[in-house]
């Protein structure tokens, strides 16, 4: 059983830069890919990128393509999530989540097995 716990979130202003980690505990996290997603109250959760389980790959939202880089260090059991720029609209709850060694990752939220409870990032204008 993997638990993962992000951490990193706080208030910011626009502009400023913000950078999550997803530590996790259990299982085999260095085979499993891992997802951001983000949740706002108003709004369905969205998903931010992924990064594949050897870190080679990454891929993300429109919304955050070159702003947010997600990278992972295997040997420390955590994935980070980089994030510069910060606009208003990227409030949300940030949650990681990770699948159970899928050989292709997912933007899809029903490919990932187990999830962090989040943390909050509020960007002000």
């Known amino acids: 059983q993997v638990q993962l716990v992000e951490s990193g979130g706080g208030l910011v202003q626009a502009g400023d830069s913000l950078r999550l980690s997803c530590a996790a505990s259990?299982?085999?996290?260095?085979?499993?890919?891992v997802a951001w997603f983000r949740q706002d109250p108003d709004k369905e959760r969205e998903f931010v990128g992924f990064?594949?389980?050897?870190?080679?790959?990454?891929y993300y939202a429109n919304s955050v393509k070159g702003r947010f880089t997600i990278s992972r260090d295997n040997a420390k059991n955590t994935v980070y999530l980089q994030m510069n720029s910060l606009k208003p609209e990227d409030t949300a709850v940030y949650v990681c989540?990770?699948?159970?060694?899928?050989?292709?990752?997912?933007?899809?939220?029903?490919?990932?097995?187990?999830w962090g409870q989040g943390t909050q990032v509020t960007v002000s204008s």
């Open positions: 259990g299982g085999t996290f260095n085979r499993y890919n």
């Open positions: 990064i594949r389980w050897s870190g080679g790959h990454t």
């Open positions: 989540a990770a699948d159970k060694g899928s050989p292709f990752a997912t933007d899809d939220d029903d490919g990932y097995y187990f």
